[in-house]
């Protein structure tokens, strides 16, 4: 069974752990490289994503994927962003238990809205939001190839 559990300023080296394992084992799905990410300081990684959460699964307690919630300039969005899982804990439940982790804090925030980036060569992930209920709403202007999806978050959102 899939546990979530929010991470805190202390459990930096998790993750981290988490963050690398994600850029080394798909890098074409992240903004951020491996070794820029590597570098970072124990105060740089306490405080990563600014002003945001960071969750983990785990699988029979064993650390299994990865996603943050970050807020936005528009008070009525947040971001989901980072979210990875581990090729072997794929299709146990760890995506949809980590976006609906992501989705319950904005909700706890009053937010409206959560948004997303996802390249359109990365079907899997693109498969599991649209499964979630995102839906796209066109490009990422940010980010060449990537669209940019919402998921409501009230009624009427």
Known sequence: ???????????????RQLRL??????????????EATAQRTEEQWR????????????LD???VGLVC?????????DHLISMWVEQEARGLGA?????????GWARSRGRDLLELDVYESNQPAHQAYLKAGFTVIGPCPDHPGALTMH?????GA
Not at 69 to 77: A, K, L, Q, Y
Not at 151 to 155: A, D, H, K, Y
């Open 95 to 103: 995506a949809p238990a980590l976006i609906d982790a992501v989705a």
């Open 61 to 63: 307690r064993r650390p």
């Open 1 to 15: 069974m899939v546990e979530i559990k929010p991470l805190s300023p202390d459990d930096w080296r998790l993750t």
């Open 21 to 34: 394992d994600a850029l080394l084992d798909a890098p074409y799905a992240f903004g951020g490289t491996y």
């Open 151 to 155: 998921l409501p978050l009230r009624p």
């Open 69 to 77: 919630g970050v807020p936005s300039e528009d008070p009525r969005i």
């Open 47 to 58: 405080v990563w994503p600014g002003g945001g959460q960071v969750f983990a699964a785990f």
